[in-house]
């Protein structure tokens, strides 16, 4: 597989086109962002450990017979990927109250939701992601009601399979964002990442935060907490 011009460059990857049109190599950065990019770092073999663990995590989804755009591991900081068309719609899945939703709605952090919540913000920076609802999704044609309803279906499942995985590793999945995108054939696929970058990962004795939290809030050494989840869950595989 030959890699040629970039595509598209965001705040964590690099997509660069291939000699196959309907394969992309994904390239992990070593950039960390926090708060609308207000605070921004360069952190050595974050991208490494972030394109290990979501492999990692693709792959078991695969397995379990989720659609997603993943391909392959093809090297350390790069995955091969199916071309996707992005739907902007961020969906987040929070089975513990943390982050936002404590501020924006006075939830106590900690509390668990049963069952687990799910929401939906519009992936625009110029905007700063906000939160919507179905009907915006609608309204502004971003997807159809199918759609909508088939990636509330991937997300739920998803949360089922990494939550039950990674419990059994002693880590509580708190909360994630998915991303999911559109196959030529019109089928919903999850796309992206799913990394310590867009997970909640708490260490279910200690309650320490295994995540970006560590980076928003210098809670601790990235490298270290994003290191002790791939060491826990290639130790579960």
């Not at 106590?108 to 905007?127: M, W």
Request: net charge negative.
């Amino acid at each position: 597989m030959e890699k040629l011009e970039k595509l598209y460059e965001g705040k964590a990857k690099v997509l660069y086109k291939t000699d196959d049109s309907d394969k992309l190599i994904a390239y992990f950065k070593d950039s960390a962002t926090a708060f609308d990019a207000l605070k921004k770092a360069t952190i050595e073999g974050k991208g490494v450990l972030n394109n290990k663990i979501a492999s990692f995590f693709f792959e078991l989804l695969n397995r379990e017979g989720i659609p997603t755009h993943f391909i392959k591991q093809i090297s350390d900081r790069e995955m091969l990927v199916y071309r996707v068309e992005i739907i902007p719609v961020e969906v987040v899945v929070r089975n513990i109250a943390a982050g936002s939703i404590v501020k924006r709605l006075g939830i106590k952090e900690k509390t668990e939701f049963k069952p687990p919540l799910i929401e939906f913000y519009l992936k625009n920076d110029e905007l700063h992601d906000p939160i919507i609802c179905k009907e915006h999704v609608l309204a502004m044609k971003l997807a159809s009601e199918d759609e909508i309803e088939r990636m509330k279906e991937l997300a739920l499942k998803v949360n089922e399979i990494l939550g039950r995985f990674l419990k059994e590793q002693g880590i509580l999945l708190v909360d994630f964002k998915l991303e999911f995108g559109r196959r030529p054939d019109g089928s919903i696929v999850v796309a992206d990442e799913i990394s310590p970058d867009t997970c909640r990962l708490w260490d279910e004795k200690t309650g320490e935060r295994l995540d970006k939290d560590r980076f928003r809030f210098d809670l601790g050494d990235l490298i270290e907490g994003y290191m002790k989840v791939l060491k826990k869950i290639e130790k579960g595989e």
